[in-house]
C-alpha cells in the first residue's frame, strides 16, 4: 500500500476526514488499484529493471468537489510514468524527462 505524498514538487494536503490517494501494486498478475482522491481505479503496469508503466486505467465515476486537485494529476504522473526508485518507505516515480511526478510512502495493508 502506497500513500501519495508528492505530486511533482507539491506536496498532497488532505482536509480533514478526507480519504487518503493511494495505490496498491499487486505483483501477481501486474495489476494495480487505489484510490484517486475521489474515484476507485484499477489497471495493469509492467516493470523491466527500473522502468514501470502503467497501462490503461479504469476508474468509477464519481463526480466530486476540487477532485481536479489531486485526482487529475495523480492519474496524469501514472500515466507520465516511466522510471523508478525504490527506497525502505518510499517509492519515487520519474517521467521521461528525469523529473519525478509523484512520491509514496509505505504503509501497511489493513
Given at each position: 500500500?502506497?500513500?501519495?505524498?508528492?505530486?511533482?514538487?507539491?506536496?498532497?494536503v488532505?482536509?480533514?476526514?478526507?480519504?487518503?490517494?493511494?495505490?496498491?501494486?499487486?505483483?501477481?498478475?501486474r495489476?494495480?488499484?487505489?484510490?484517486?482522491?475521489?474515484?476507485?481505479?484499477?489497471?495493469?503496469f509492467?516493470?523491466?529493471?527500473?522502468?514501470?508503466?502503467?497501462?490503461?486505467?479504469?476508474?468509477?465515476?464519481?463526480?466530486?468537489?476540487?477532485s481536479?486537485?489531486?485526482?487529475?494529476?495523480?492519474?496524469?504522473?501514472?500515466?507520465?510514468?516511466?522510471?523508478?526508485?525504490?527506497?525502505?518507505?518510499?517509492?519515487?516515480?520519474?517521467?521521461?524527462?528525469?523529473?519525478?511526478?509523484?512520491?509514496?510512502?509505505?504503509?501497511?495493508?489493513?
Amino acid at each position: 500500500y502506497w500513500k501519495l505524498t508528492r505530486l511533482g514538487d507539491d506536496p498532497v494536503v488532505l482536509s480533514e476526514n478526507q480519504r487518503e490517494p493511494h495505490l496498491v501494486l499487486h505483483s501477481e498478475g501486474r495489476r494495480v488499484s487505489g484510490f484517486g482522491g475521489c474515484n476507485n481505479f484499477n489497471g495493469n503496469f509492467a516493470v523491466e529493471g527500473q522502468e514501470i508503466a502503467f497501462g490503461h486505467l479504469a476508474t468509477t465515476a464519481m463526480a466530486c468537489p476540487h477532485s481536479e486537485d489531486v485526482e487529475l494529476p495523480f492519474m496524469v504522473a501514472l500515466a507520465e510514468a516511466s522510471t523508478f526508485r525504490l527506497m525502505p518507505h518510499h517509492l519515487e516515480i520519474f517521467d521521461e524527462a528525469g523529473q519525478m511526478v509523484a512520491r509514496f510512502e509505505a504503509r501497511e495493508l489493513e
